[in-house]
């Protein structure tokens, strides 16, 4: 974790930064892999850590001599003369994107900052691009969502209601290995599934209704997203023509994500290609992956992002008709040089339960 540290070092160096003050929970996990409430400060000198009482003992049971961390309870830190420690730095960063202006002003005072300047776009950046303990981590919270799934082909049935199979995930989740969740789970049958965030309800499944499933688990901290549509029973000619275009679109826009690829014209591929059966592309194609379950890049016929070797993306094409069905397929894909690799493996063919 340190060396993630040192690399947000270089970064604001480069551009006449001494320092910085991360306060965003999960921009301090990223760099220093702890989860405790607390404020992260990068100096010229040494990088602290202060939190309270509460997160003490944990956080000093985490952090070795390599980490290159000091900690620091507040409570033990006197305000008239322990707070300098960005007496050397002319320019702190600080995270715009979390910070609110009365923190904003706090800071300039508590530790007697100079300049703070805007800096959250360092570690969002750096965050794009994962390294090969964060791959495995979301490989594995794939691994545990692809056997959830499979399970969930065999426990679903007729009659059951949303909330009772995304009882069964979480369930699941937490039985084999997973922190819990990477997000709220999405469970949408019959017409529900044409909203895009349906929220799980207490309706039962009936006899040819679409479900649409849209989970991941999270594995040390570091997300999967996945989301298949199955069928209770065999669907109609017209439902099971539209799943494989869409499949056939999903396929063919994963085939495109690969190191220098635009995803705004991967994004674009796939909404010409619905628009003409007559169909919009009403959310973006996909979104980063990682600590947090949306993170940059984004693949959006509206925003320009090129993707890097060891970006993690998904690829969610959706079709939706109001008030009757609507049908999203998705993997989280790692980015390489040549061709990328589906993450999650799940058997997307048209399937009945």
Known sequence: MSNRIGELKAKLNQSNIDGMIVTNPV??????????????????????????????????????????????????????DDLNFFADCEKVGFEEKYVTYVDYSKFLVKYRIKELVEASK??????????????????????????????????IKVGMTEKEIVAEIVYFFLKN????????????????????????TDRKI???????IDFGAKYRGYCADMTRTIFAGQPSEEDAKLYEFLLAVQERARMKIKDGASGMEIAKGVETELQARGYDLIHGLGHGVG????????????VNW???????????????IPGRIGIRIEDTVLVKKLES?????????????
């Open 27 to 80: 921009s301090v996990r990223y760099l220093t892999g702890l989860t405790a409430e607390g404020t992260l400060l990068i100096t010229k000198q040494e990088n602290v850590f202060i939190t309270d009482g509460r997160y003490i003992e944990e956080v000093n049971s985490r952090l070795t001599i390599n980490d290159g961390i000091i900690c620091y309870d507040y409570n033990d830190l006197n305000e008239e």
């Open 206 to 212: 009936l006899p040819g209704d679409p479900i649409l």
């Open 122 to 155: 360092f570690i969002e950046k750096q965050r794009m691009v994962k390294d090969e303990d964060e791959i495995a981590c979301i490989e594995k919270a794939c691994n545990i969502t692809d056997s959830c799934f499979l399970h969930l082909l065999d426990f």
């Open 177 to 200: 290995g997973a922190d819990g969740e990477a997000f709220d789970t999405i469970v949408a049958t019959g017409p529900n599934s044409s909203k895009p965030h349906a929220i799980p």
């Open 291 to 302: 600590i947090e379950v949306h993170e940059k890049p984004i693949l959006s016929h509206k």
């Open 306 to 320: 090129d993707l890097q070797e060891n970006n993690v993306v998904t690829c969610e094409p959706g079709i939706y």
């Open 341 to 353: 690799r589906s993450l999650t493996k799940s058997n997307k063919n048209l399937l009945t339960i």
